[in-house]
C-alpha cells in the first residue's frame, strides 16, 4: 500500500516562509506524479491550490509556489499571512490511482 | 458561474446503500475525469475513486473496491457514486471534484450507524 507522508504540523511567524513537503513510500517524488496542493480550513471545502507541481490555479495567492525539492513534493509559502492558517493535503498520482498525503497542520503564530 | 452539488447522503446501517450524486454546471463536464473524495469527520482527505470523461475508464481506492461504483450520465451532467455494502469507517463528507480544473463541490455527509 502506497502512503504518501507530509509533516504532521508546522508553525510560522507572520511575514515569514515555510515549506511543506509531500513524500512518497515507493521512492522520489517526480513531475510524473503530478502533485497537486490543497488547503483546508475548519469545515470548509478543499480549496485546491497547486497542479502539477507547479502550477497555479487561477484564484491561488502569488506568495504559494509548488516544487520539488530533494526528492519530494514542496510547497513554499512566503510573507505568510494569518489567513494562511489552515490544514495543507498532498495529492499524488500512482497510476490510476490517486493517494492523499495525511495533512500538515500550519500554524502562525 | 461553476457549480458541483452533491446529494443523497444521510444515515444507513451496517450493511446498507446509497447512491451520491453531483450535479455539474458552468463548465463542460462531459470534457473532465470527474473524482469522489471523502473525509470522515477530524480526519484527513482519502481519494475514492474517478471516471474518464467518457465514463469507459474507472478506478477505485483498494479500501471501496468491489462495493462503490463510479458512473456518469454526460447528457445530464451528473456524476454517480453507487455505495454498497457500506461500514461504519464509511462514515464520511463526501465531495465530487474535478481535479484538473480544481472544482470543488461542498460534499453531502454518509452516516453508517446502527
Known amino acids: 500500500q502506497t502512503v504518501v507522508t507530509q509533516e504532521p504540523s508546522l508553525t510560522v511567524s507572520p511575514g515569514g516562509t515555510v515549506t511543506l513537503t509531500c513524500a512518497s513510500s515507493t521512492g522520489a517524488v517526480t513531475s510524473g506524479y503530478y502533485p497537486n496542493w490543497f488547503q483546508q480550513r475548519p469545515g470548509q471545502a478543499p480549496r485546491p491550490l497547486i497542479y502539477s507541481t507547479d502550477k497555479k490555479h487561477s484564484w491561488t495567492p502569488a506568495r504559494f509556489s509548488g516544487s520539488l525539492l530533494g526528492g519530494k513534493a514542496a510547497l513554499t509559502l512566503s510573507a505568510v499571512q494569518p489567513e494562511d492558517e489552515a490544514e495543507y493535503y498532498c495529492?499524488?498520482?500512482?497510476?490510476?490511482?490517486?493517494?492523499f498525503g495525511g495533512g500538515t497542520k500550519l500554524t502562525v503564530l | 458561474e461553476v457549480q458541483l452539488v452533491e446529494s443523497g447522503g444521510g444515515l444507513v446501517q451496517p450493511g446498507g446503500s446509497l447512491r451520491l450524486s453531483c450535479a455539474a454546471s458552468?463548465?463542460?463536464?462531459?470534457?473532465?475525469?470527474m473524482h469522489w473524495v471523502r473525509q470522515a469527520p477530524g480526519k484527513g482527505l482519502v481519494w475514492v475513486s474517478r471516471?474518464?470523461?467518457?465514463?469507459?475508464?474507472?478506478n477505485y481506492a483498494d479500501s471501496v473496491k468491489g462495493r462503490f461504483t463510479i458512473s456518469r450520465d454526460n447528457a445530464e451532467n451528473t456524476l454517480y457514486l453507487q455505495v454498497r455494502s457500506l461500514r461504519v469507517e464509511d462514515t464520511a463528507v463526501y465531495y465530487c471534484?474535478?481535479?484538473?480544473?480544481?472544482?470543488w463541490g461542498q460534499g453531502t455527509l454518509v452516516t453508517v450507524s446502527s
Open positions: 458552468g463548465f463542460t463536464f462531459s470534457s473532465y475525469w
Open positions: 471516471i474518464s470523461s467518457d465514463g469507459s475508464g474507472t
Open positions: 495529492l499524488l498520482y500512482f497510476d490510476g490511482v490517486l493517494v
Open positions: 471534484a474535478s481535479l484538473t480544473n480544481g472544482y
